[in-house]
């Protein structure tokens, strides 16, 4: 056996991810920022201590760990996210996928996956689509729901910045339906004593939640080291430890 092939046997997998890290250069020290939306348990801000928590700066603290480079995370509404990547002002994200944005996104690795659908207030029939129909659904200010929201003019939109203003006003009586990542709106009642409100469920699809980068970013070459990475996280089983610790299951 040669001595190429021998070291070629030893090389390991964070090996390759160092070396794809370092192919891009000089920009490699440039801290990484990552934007993502201020809704728990995806992300929130600490009252004690100020700084991120949740399951995303989780993903990016393990992402800096393996990786070695230093990263930042910024927390703000759902239609912010999208508009400070196109204006440089963050590199990468972890949401759900617009088609809509791969004019200036470039779509990687996907982390996990959510149910999306929409939760009626208790008393409220939600059986099909067509239940939709007259009720006063909040949606994500930002968010294409796609059909059957665009495409039925009879389902009364709502757009909201977040969800806990959708549930409050819920249950004020001035909405009947929130739509939205179910687990995440489950979260959010509980968190906010709103459990028993809730009624019937629609779920109407399940939806990628991939890595994202902008194609103006300067950072855009450590993509590869990035979609390798978590590649890692999904095969060692830390996506799924991190789902579970933050109520993804």
């Not at 927390?75 to 809509?100: K, N």
């Not at 409100?197 to 779920?203: A, E, F, Q, V």
Request: charged fraction near 20%; aromatic fraction near 6%; charge should be positive.
């Amino acid at each position: 056996m040669t001595l190429f092939a021998r070291t070629r046997r030893r090389i390991r997998p964070a090996a390759i991810l160092a070396a794809l890290l370092l192919a891009s250069g000089p920009l490699a020290a440039a801290p990484l920022r990552f934007a993502t939306i201020d809704t728990p348990p995806w992300a929130w801000t600490d009252p004690a201590s100020g700084a991120p928590a949740g399951l995303f700066p989780a993903l990016v603290a393990d992402l800096e760990r393996r990786l070695g480079t230093r990263m930042s995370v910024v927390l703000e509404p759902f239609a912010r996210v999208p508009h400070d990547l196109q204006q440089g002002r963050a590199d990468c994200t972890i949401l759900v996928w617009d088609p809509a944005w791969s004019s200036f996104l470039q779509r990687g690795e996907q982390v996990a996956s959510h149910q999306f659908g929409v939760i009626a207030r208790k008393g409220v029939p939600l059986h099909g689509t067509g239940d939709l129909k007259g009720l006063r659904v909040s949606v994500l200010r930002g968010l294409d729901p796609g059909r059957p929201f665009d495409g039925d003019p009879a389902i009364r939109v709502q757009y909201d910045t977040d969800y806990t203003t959708g549930l409050a006003k819920m249950r004020l009586g001035r909405l009947d339906a929130v739509a939205g990542a179910l687990p995440t709106l489950r979260y959010l009642a509980r968190q906010a004593g709103m459990e028993a409100m809730l009624g019937d469920t629609l779920t109407l699809s399940t939806v990628p939640l991939p890595l994202q980068c902008a194609k103006n970013s300067p950072s855009i070459g450590r993509m590869p080291a990035l979609n390798a990475a978590i590649a890692a996280m999904r095969r060692d089983g830390t996506i799924d430890r991190l789902l579970r610790q933050y109520g993804y299951e």
